[in-house]
């Protein structure tokens, strides 16, 4: 059960991370041959679509909305293959269709005379995000897995390979290859149990279970990020001096720390949950503006549990999911 949370205000990073982030430069440059253990990782390309068109979606209602007059819409989401929005008079689809022009180069829009307009990624357009999410997951995994000093580099379009000096891989290495480790910041929403029972939840909300002996119990969130990974610049496993309980410190960068200090602000008495991929791991209620942009995460961690979680967050959460598509010892054969 976790038994408290507790945000602590700080102004700086410390330099224990840049010495981190170079030692994982370090690690990631030693050359390794081809004769010990290998895993391929395959970027879960579903996932990538998904993320591509709700960024889709927002683009089109920014575009709508910033038109002159503003075009209005009644709805908007994704379905399937495309990014969906309707516009509440079908009479504006001259203009939508001007307003969406910008966006068309990376998108194949279509629309009918009901007023929905559908849009989905060009096959450019999916090839290059999902070439810089693999440049992301690389440099994630480097700095993750820096002591171990592992080959990792790319493989074909969507797939990583990782390789080890020996016939296995080190203790924790495979953990921090294969765990996503993304630490998010998400609204909660209250609703009565009852209702989310039957599944009467929003549709920019999701419901997410308790993080594996930290978490609680389960939670209803936005379904995006008030804050997402790309703005914690760093975690570590501390002990609390006041109560000697081991606790997650994380710190957030200068836009992570605005971004924190307007949602505290602005969403007084109401709670903000800490998830770790996906997984709640606390949901604190918000009791007054914090800005200093850095917090603690406490509940049952163990040494083991604190330090492998604080290593594969601390390097960097990968930007989508990952599974393992083979794994063996020697020379790789697709």
Not at 7 to 36: H, K, N, Q, Y
Not at 134 to 150: F, G, M, Y
Not at 205 to 228: D, H, K, L, W
Not at 275 to 291: F, K
Request: with cysteine.
């Amino acid at each position: 059960m976790l038994r408290r949370v507790a945000f602590v205000l700080l102004m700086t990073a410390t330099l224990a991370a840049c010495d981190r982030f170079m030692e994982a430069a370090r690690g990631a440059a030693a050359p390794i041959d081809d004769s010990g253990a290998y895993l391929v990782l395959e970027l879960d390309t579903s996932a990538v679509v998904r993320d591509q068109l709700e960024r889709a979606s927002e683009n089109m209602a920014s575009a709508l909305r910033d038109a002159s007059p503003s075009i209005r819409y009644a709805g908007r989401g994704v379905l399937g293959d495309a990014a969906r929005i309707r516009l509440v008079d079908p009479a504006d689809l001259p203009r939508a269709r001007e307003a969406l022009q910008p966006l068309a180069t990376t998108l194949v829009l279509t629309d009918d005379e009901t007023g929905l307009i559908e849009a989905r990624l060009t096959p450019a357009a999916l090839d290059a995000g999902t070439g810089s999410l693999v440049t992301e997951s690389i440099t994630a995994l480097q700095r993750r897995t820096a002591e171990h000093r592992l080959s990792i580099a790319p493989l074909g379009s969507d797939q990583i390979i990782a390789r080890s000096a020996g016939p296995a891989f080190p203790a924790g290495a495979r953990a921090a290859l294969t765990t996503t480790a993304q630490l998010t910041f998400h609204l909660v929403h209250e609703l009565d149990p009852a209702e989310v029972a039957v599944g009467r939840v929003p549709r920019d909300a999701m419901v997410v279970q308790p993080y594996p002996g930290v978490g609680y119990s389960a939670e209803v969130v936005a379904t995006r990020p008030s804050i997402n990974d790309a703005r914690v610049r760093s975690v570590r496993a501390e002990t609390d001096q006041y109560t000697g309980e081991l606790v997650l410190a994380f710190q957030l960068d200068d836009e992570g720390r605005e971004q924190f200090c307007a949602i505290t602000r602005q969403h007084i008495n109401e709670r903000f949950a800490i998830l770790v991929d996906n997984q709640v791991m606390t949901a604190p209620r918000i009791n007054e503006p914090i800005c200093g942009g850095s917090g603690q995460i406490s509940g049952n961690f163990t040494r083991e549990s604190v330090n492998s979680l604080a290593a594969s967050l601390d390097g960097g959460g990968l930007p989508v999911g990952m599974i393992v598509v083979a794994e063996g010892v020697g020379p790789y054969t697709p």
